[in-house]
């Protein structure tokens, strides 16, 4: 029978390039971690790319993407300090901290980092990385006034809304608007957003949700691979992405309905769908990840239902430092 569905260029283009998704890397299970790198200047912009597409998980919903020799990060958050998130005494005045012995021995360089909301978890280390490096700071309205207020030039701030397709020559970002995921009493920690520069953040609870944002990375001649850091979408807002490869949040609660296969769908079935943000993010980047036992069954449950939404995809659970290539 003939499909009658509307011609989808980036679904046609995603299976005809991709057919049956290939992943590798130095092992699926238990990867070495990657040496960390010297310091050096952020890679300027433009259409150099010379080498292969690797992708490095750093635990939440943290990404080291390398485009041959272009570096983008997506929610670099590598201090990991105790907030008493998991141990059941969370304090939200615990002050924001960056590690920066951590944080420079695994950031040499940075491009663009992609936020996709400004709480402490997905934020704290994006300041003084962009600093550091000269990366651009691409991320909502929330992320450029706090941007600010720890000083950072505004020219070095992207604030997107959902929609924009930014071209980087070798790849490009395409900005989704998203929502961010439910506790149990359906609610958040932390909403709101800063519509003007702040005074500069001192703790934890200083750094709102302030909106969230996916984000869509098409690379020339690779894959196209979707991030989330946070776990709830609209799907009119997925239709046509169609990715290769989709970074899947857990989910912390039942809250958002039928979330995973509702994602599935909205997302053309990826052929690889790797889960994110369900490691204790308060201890170290080492491996094995530590997983609180109530993350450890979240995580379960939504490897099963990813597996029953969408059974030809490919399930990868990440580990540290590890070089993926889709």
């Known amino acids: 029978m003939l499909d009658k569905r509307p011609y989808d260029r980036r679904r046609f283009l995603r299976d005809a390039a991709v057919g049956t998704a290939a992943v590798s890397t130095a092992g699926l299970v238990a ?18 790319r010379s080498g292969a597409v690797s992708f490095r998980w750093w635990g939440t919903s943290g990404w080291r993407i390398d485009i041959g020799d272009r570096t983008v990060l997506v ?6 300090y105790d907030t008493g998130l998991f141990t059941g005494a969370f304090d939200e005045n615990t002050p924001l901290t960056v590690d920066t012995t951590v944080v420079d021995g695994l950031v040499d360089r940075a491009e663009n980092i992609l936020v996709t909301h400004t709480h402490w978890d997905h934020f704290n280390d994006v300041p003084h990385i962009a600093g550091r490096t000269g990366a651009r700071v691409v991320g909502t309205l929330t992320a450029y006034h706090l941007g600010l207020a720890y000083g950072l030039p505004g020219g070095q701030l992207a604030p997107v809304r959902g929609g924009e397709v930014l071209d980087f020559g070798a790849y490009t970002v395409e900005v989704v608007s998203s929502l961010h995921s439910r506790n149990a009493a359906w609610s958040m920690a932390f909403p709101g957003v800063r519509v003007t520069r702040p005074p500069r953040p001192e703790k934890i609870s200083d750094l709102p949700e302030g909106d969230t944002l996916a984000y869509q990375l098409r690379v020339d001649g690779g894959p196209s691979v979707f991030f989330m850091g946070a776990s709830d979408f609209t799907e009119r807002n997925l239709a046509g992405l169609a990715p290769d490869v989709a970074m899947v949040a857990s989910a912390a609660t039942t809250s958002t309905a039928d979330y995973v296969p509702r994602l599935m769908a909205a997302l053309d079935h990826p052929k ?13 980047l080492t491996n094995p990840p530590t997983v609180a036992p109530n993350d450890r069954k979240r995580l379960d449950d939504l490897i099963a239902a990813v597996r029953k939404a969408s059974p030809r995809s490919r399930v990868l659970v990440p580990e540290y430092h590890t ?3 889709f």
């Not at 040496?35 to 259409?47: F, H, L, S, V, W």
């Open 272 to 284: 690889v769908v790797v889960p994110v943000h369900w490691d204790n993010f308060e201890t170290p």
């Open 323 to 325: 070089a993926y290539h």
């Open 75 to 80: 929610d670099p958050y590598l201090s990991r």
């Open 31 to 48: 990867g070495a971690s990657a040496a960390p790198a010297q310091a050096a200047p952020a890679a300027a912009a433009g259409p150099r």
